[in-house]
């Protein structure tokens, strides 16, 4: 799997998390730290934002 499809990945299972369960669980903070490690680590490696993140694709297509 790529970096930036683990991003999207693990901060797909965090929102997931976040509305099942809500933000202060432990699952919930758990899967929040995973997607930022994800997420930085595709960033250190040159990937940008948009890549990683749909929200920020959107924004740039406007």
């Known amino acids: 799997m ?3 499809r683990a991003a999207q990945a ?3 299972a965090a929102v997931r998390a976040n509305t099942l369960h809500g933000p ?3 699952v ?3 899967l929040l730290a995973a997607a930022s490690t994800a997420t ?10 948009h890549a990683i993140h749909p929200a920020q694709r959107a ?3 406007r």
């Open 59 to 61: 924004d740039r297509a």
């Open 2 to 4: 790529t970096l930036t």
């Open 28 to 30: 919930t903070l758990a």
């Open 40 to 49: 930085a680590r595709a960033w250190d490696r040159g990937h940008p934002v």
């Open 24 to 26: 202060a669980r432990p």
């Open 10 to 12: 693990a901060q797909h």
